[in-house]
C-alpha cells in the first residue's frame, strides 16, 4: 500500500484545539505555549521546529471528543528528537526542549484513510522540560512511553570546554534562561504521555527506572516487567519490574550480567547466561 503523509515538521501547520495555526513539530517552552524562536539569520526570524521525527504511537480511546471527526477516531503520539541546525547553520542538537504532540486523526471507515484534525503540544513544565527524546513504544494500558537519550553526564556539566556539558548548559540557556538553571539528574528517564478524549494528553518521568540512554522501553505481557535496551557506547541491559501493573512509578531496577558460554560464530555472538543484578528500589 502507498503511504499516506498525515503532516510534514518542515514548517507545515495544523489546527490547535483552540482552532488556531500551529506549527508541526514546533519547538516551545515548557509550558507548551510561548515559541522559541530562531533569530540566528536577520530577516529568517521564525520559530523552531524539529527535523527528526521520531518515536510515534498510534492509539484508539473510548468516548473521544474531537470535534469534526466523522470516522473513526484515533491518536497519534509523536516526539521529535532534535533540531539539527538553526537557519545559521549551527548545530543545535541537544539544544532545545524536545516536543512531544498528539495529532487527533480521522479514519476512514471505509477505506481506513487517516487525515490529521487536531495537533496538540504537550506542556513539559511538570517533568522539567525534555531532553532528546528517542525510544518510543506503546504501553499495554495505552500509553505512549518515551525516553530521554544520551542522559547528561553531571560531573561534565560542570566542566568548561567539555562537548556533552556545553550541550546541557546550552538546552539549560534556551530553556530556562541560564545555564544552570536545568538540574542534570532531571533527564535520562522515561516520560509517559496519556492521551484524554479530547486530544490533549499529559506526561510524567519515571525517575525509578534509572538514568540510561535508552533505544527501546518495552513492557513485557504481565504488564510489570520492562526490558529496557541503552543506545550508549559500553552501556547494558537493563530490567525494571513494577510493584503494581500498570503502573510504573514505583519498582525494583536491575542490570543484565552476560556470561559467554561458546564462541562466537559467523552468523551469531554465541551463547550467553543472563544473571539479573538488583541495582535497588525505589518510587
Known amino acids: 500500500f502507498p503511504y499516506t503523509t498525515l503532516f510534514r515538521s518542515t514548517g507545515e501547520t495544523l489546527k490547535d484545539p483552540s482552532g488556531n495555526d500551529i506549527i ?13 524562536l530562531d533569530l540566528s539569520v536577520a530577516g529568517q526570524e521564525e520559530q523552531f521546529y524539529s527535523d527528526a ?35 545559521a547553520g549551527t548545530s543545535m542538537y541537544g539544544t532545545l526542549p524536545s516536543p512531544i504532540a498528539v495529532v487527533a486523526v480521522d479514519q476512514n471507515k471505509t477505506t481506513g484513510d487517516l487525515i490529521a484534525k487536531q ?10 522540560g525534555l531532553w532528546i527524546t528517542c525510544a518510543g513504544s506503546i504501553s499495554p494500558w495505552n500509553t505512549h512511553l518515551s525516553s530521554e537519550e544520551y542522559e547528561p553526564d553531571a560531573w561534565a556539566v560542570t ?20 545555564d544552570t538553571a536545568a538540574n542534570p539528574y532531571h533527564y535520562g528517564h522515561v516520560p509517559e504521555v496519556t492521551v484524554k478524549p479530547d486530544g490533549t494528553a499529559s ?6 527506572m534509572g538514568r540510561i540512554s535508552r533505544e527501546l522501553v518495552q513492557v513485557m505481557p504481565d504488564n510489570r516487567t520492562v526490558l529496557m535496551g541503552d543506545d550508549y557506547v559500553g552501556g547494558g541491559l537493563f530490567m525494571f519490574i513494577a510493584d503494581v501493573a500498570n503502573v510504573l512509578s514505583s519498582g525494583t531496577l536491575y542490570a543484565a ?4 558460554t561458546s564462541a562466537a560464530q559467523s552468523a551469531d555472538g554465541g551463547a550467553f547466561t543472563v544473571q539479573w543484578i538488583k541495582l535497588g528500589s525505589a518510587n
Open 24 to 36: 508541526a513539530g514546533g519547538y516551545f517552552m515548557p509550558d507548551g505555549v510561548t515559541p522559541l
Open 53 to 87: 521525527v521520531d518515536g510515534t504511537s498510534l492509539l484508539k480511546l473510548a468516548n473521544s471528543t474531537v470535534s469534526g471527526i466523522m470516522g473513526n477516531p484515533l491518536f497519534v503520539v509523536t516526539q521529535f528528537e532534535y533540531k539539527t541546525s538553526n537557519n
Open 119 to 128: 495537533y496538540f503540544n504537550v506542556p513539559t513544565a511538570d517533568v522539567h
Open 159 to 178: 566542566q568548561t570546554g567539555d562537548t556533552v556539558g556545553g550541550l546541557f548548559k546550552a538546552f539549560s540557556r534556551n530553556t530556562f534562561g541560564s
Open 203 to 208: 506526561i510524567r518521568k519515571h525517575y525509578c
Open 257 to 260: 550480567k552476560l556470561t559467554q
